[in-house]
Structure formats: structure tokens, C-alpha cells
């Protein structure tokens, strides 16, 4: 019972660390740089936060994003823009190659931009994560919105509004004078010599053509050193942890279960909370995941340790409730929902969480049904299996096995167990206490017991309950 609630707090406290900040020595008046690489995401955003906070308390001289992204999510998007138009500090972007979709957004939302010679910003139409149109009515919407946002945004930084809202909005013309920029159609795009090109004496968008960051503070006249600002490991592991989210269940599930099959060891129970604590902890970083998650699932825990603890031989509500919210929780976890889209997901949102709950439910079935086999066969198993609490008495672990045969257990001979069998323990036969082991069978304490095999110093006993 202890060390059950020992694992459930060292998961609950594993799920709620904070990553820690890397310290980056600035120094007042530093040009701060800031690589946005990727996917545009909640972890780009919490990133970007950290950088602009760092950059702004130790009173850098400006702060540089070096962009480099085919877009993400507009919503995301739209958070960095909110971001970034309350920065304190002269903010530029060096768009090294790509400021595709919402990343042509996050660009607007900086005060001078510069371009790398081959290089392209634009196209930021909104999509569904699946890539395909979003239905008539929210695209309209959506445009509408996101138009005003950018508008407003490049208003702000004091780029051209009308190019700005082009980006996003086909059914927007571009027209400087009397000369169309851009006609209807088709969203804006702008590689590096259109996107410098002035007209009436101001750039149409970008300040200038740089062939890298020290060649941007360069021509912008900045002073200060060059610090640059890397994400942590902790803000790292929202790119790659959905790609190990079967692993990382098939851990945590595995070590439940020999957590529960051997008595007297910890370590299962730690490398599941572990593995939980990662799976929860990665998701919640990339934006997939909130912390009422994590509560479920301690909820659905607790309700399975009653049920193991408490109700055992009497009813299974506490354990298929527990259960069925720890799966629903651990699904819900991986669903990525579009905003606006209905509260219960469709089947492409659905895809892919399902196929790694799937791989990581089947992967488990097939490990288990392995260990529950071969392990209780295995020297190991059998070693933690007689560190189980020992009652007073006589007991016959390790004793010399002369006196194992002296006491001539044999199938069919009748004892009681002493401890619970889950599925080894200790039980009584006689006046002596010996070490037992079930086929898998949970077997309560003072049940009555049957001896079915015996292999040396194995035990194999069953309930002898009608």
C-alpha cells in the first residue's frame, strides 16, 4: 500500500515539474538572437516568451528572431504576434530561407525586417491541420479575423497593412499610388528582391538583403554583442515526444504491470511514473495538453489502486472506471484540436492517436502475455519475489533443500496464505511458512490454498476457494 502511494506521488510530482530557464549571460546593451526553426507551435511560443522576457530583463539592445519555418498553426501564430507587439525592445527578423504561412505573421509583428538573397516570405491562407480548406462559412470567418489581426499588427511595426493583409486574404489587391503591386487572386508572396523593392522612397516591405545575422546588426547599425538564445532541453522535448508516445506508454504500461506482479521492488513503478511523466509533460509542451489531463489520469490511478487494495474479490466498477479514464485521458492527451472545430474529435484528428494508443496497447499485450509466461521461470523474478515481507515464524527461504523434500509438499496438499499473492507471497502449510508462487492468480491473505507444483525450491499454488 505504501509503496503504491509512494509511485502515484512520484508521478504526480514528475508531471507537474516546471522546465527549468537556461541562463544566458546578457549583458545591457547585447543584441539578443532568437532562432525560430520548425513547426510554428505552442512549444515555438513558450520558447519565444522565455527569449523576449530574457532579453528585455537584462536590457539587451535590440532582440533578432533568425526565422526559418514553412508556417504552423495560425493560432499559435497569433498568440507570438500578441507576444511580440508588447516587446519593450527593438525587435528584427532575419528570414533565412522561409517565413511561409504563419510564420509571415510573426515576421509583421517585428518592428525591421531582413532577408537572406534567396529567400521568400507569404502565403499564409488558413488550412486545416490536415492540410486541406477549412469549410466556407469558418474560412470567411477566419480570414476576417486574422486580416484585421495582421493589419493592425503591421500598422503597429509600420510595414504596409495592405501587404500584410495580402498574405492571408487572395481577395485582397496591393496598390501604392497608382501602380498595382498585387491584383486579386491569389495570396502574396514576396521573395527578397520584390519584398526590397522601393516604391515612393520606402521598401515595400523588407529594410534590406543580408547574407546572415552578424551581416543584418551589421547594416542596421546595432551595438553590443551577439548572444544567442538556444531553446532548453525541456522546451526541445516538445518536438520529438509525439514520435515517442508509444514508447513512452509501452513503458509506462509495462512497468505497472511488473510494479504489481513483484512484490518487494520499486523500480517498475518508478520507470512508469517516469515514463507517464514524460509522455504527460511533452504533450502539455506542445500544446496538445493541458494539466486537467494529468488529473484524470491521477484520478483513474486511484481508482484502479482501490480497486487492487481494497475491492479485489468483490466487485471491478473502481477498476474499469479507473481504466477507461486513464486511456480516455491518455487519448485526449494526443488529439491536436483545430480552433472552432466541435468538442469531440473527427476521425483524422483521431488518426493518429489512435494508431499510438493501438501500438502501444498491443505491443504491451504481447510483452505481457511473454513475462507472464517465462518470468516467474527466471532466477531474477524469483530473487525479488522472496523479498516480500516475511511474518514471524519459521520460514523455508533458503533454507537447505533437504529440508524443503523433509517437508514433503506435494500437489493437492492444503495450506493458507499468509500474505497477499500477487502472484508470490508467502503461505502456511503445517506448522512451517514457505515461499509461493500463483499462475497469475491474485490471492488474498488467511485464504485457503492448494499446492498444483513443485519444481525445487517453486511453489505453485491456486485458491482453494469454491
Not at 490536415?130 to 474560412?139: F, M, N, Q
Amino acid at each position: 500500500m505504501k509503496k503504491s502511494l509512494s509511485i502515484l506521488a512520484l508521478t504526480w510530482c514528475l508531471t507537474t515539474i516546471t522546465p527549468a530557464h537556461a541562463r544566458e549571460v546578457i549583458h545591457k546593451g547585447d543584441v539578443v538572437v532568437v532562432p525560430l526553426r520548425g513547426e510554428v507551435g505552442p512549444s515555438l511560443l513558450a520558447f519565444l516568451r522565455r527569449a523576449v522576457k530574457t532579453a528585455e530583463s537584462n536590457e539587451a539592445s535590440a532582440i533578432i528572431f533568425d526565422m526559418n519555418t514553412y508556417g504552423g498553426r495560425l493560432d499559435t501564430a497569433t498568440d507570438i504576434v500578441n507576444a511580440l507587439n508588447q516587446t519593450k525592445i527593438p525587435s528584427y527578423t532575419f528570414i533565412n530561407t522561409n517565413a511561409g504561412s504563419a510564420g509571415s505573421l510573426i515576421v509583421i509583428a517585428t518592428q525591421r525586417i531582413y532577408m537572406a538573397p534567396v529567400s521568400a516570405i507569404g502565403a499564409a491562407a488558413p488550412i486545416l491541420p490536415s492540410g486541406e480548406d477549412l469549410p466556407a462559412t469558418a474560412k470567411e470567418k477566419a480570414i476576417s479575423y486574422w486580416s484585421a489581426l495582421i493589419r493592425g499588427s503591421a500598422s503597429k511595426n509600420g510595414h504596409n497593412p495592405d501587404v500584410a493583409e495580402a498574405f492571408i486574404n487572395k481577395d485582397k489587391e496591393v496598390k501604392i499610388g497608382d501602380r498595382v503591386v498585387h491584383p486579386k487572386g491569389a495570396v502574396l508572396t514576396l521573395n527578397a528582391q520584390e519584398a526590397t523593392e522601393r516604391i515612393n522612397g520606402k521598401p515595400l516591405l523588407a529594410e534590406g538583403v543580408a547574407d546572415s545575422v552578424s551581416d543584418l546588426i551589421k547594416k542596421a547599425g546595432l551595438k553590443g554583442n551577439k548572444v544567442t538564445i538556444e531553446p532548453t532541453g525541456f522546451e526541445q522535448i516538445a518536438f520529438w515526444i509525439t514520435a515517442l508516445a508509444p514508447l513512452l506508454l509501452l513503458g509506462g504500461i509495462l512497468g505497472a504491470y511488473l510494479e504489481f506482479k513483484i512484490p518487494g521492488v520499486t523500480w517498475p513503478g518508478v520507470i512508469s511514473a517516469i515514463c507517464f511523466a514524460l509522455f504527460f509533460l511533452g504533450h502539455y509542451l506542445a500544446g496538445l495538453a493541458g494539466w486537467e489531463v494529468v488529473a484524470l489520469f491521477i484520478l483513474g490511478m486511484i481508482l484502479v489502486l482501490i480497486e487492487i487494495l481494497f475491492f479485489a474479490h468483490s466487485t471491478i466498477v473502481f477498476g474499469v472506471v479507473g481504466v477507461f479514464l486513464m486511456l480516455a485521458s491518455l487519448l485526449w492527451t494526443m488529439i491536436d484540436r483545430y480552433p472552432g472545430q466541435n468538442f469531440f474529435p473527427t476521425g483524422k484528428m483521431l488518426a493518429m492517436p489512435l494508431l499510438n494508443m493501438f501500438i502501444a496497447i498491443v505491443g504491451s499485450f504481447i510483452i505481457i502475455a511473454l513475462l507472464a509466461r517465462y518470468l516467474p521461470r527466471t532466477s531474477i523474478y524469483r530473487r525479488f519475489a522472496l523479498m516480500d515481507s516475511n511474518p514471524p515464524g519459521p520460514s523455508l527461504a533458503g533454507v537447505p533443500r533437504q529440508f524443503t523434500t523433509a517437508l514433503a509438499l506435494t500437489p493437492g496438499m492444503q495450506g493458507t496464505s499468509v500474505t497477499v499473492l500477487r502472484p508470490s507471497g508467502k503461505a502456511r502449510f503445517a506448522d512451517h511458512v514457505v515461499d509461493v508462487v500463483t499462475e497469475g492468480e491474485f490471492i488474498g491473505p488467511q485464504t485457503p490454498v492448494t499446492v498444483i507444483q513443485t519444481d525445487g525450491m517453486r511453489v505453485v499454488v491456486k485458491s482453494a476457494q469454491i
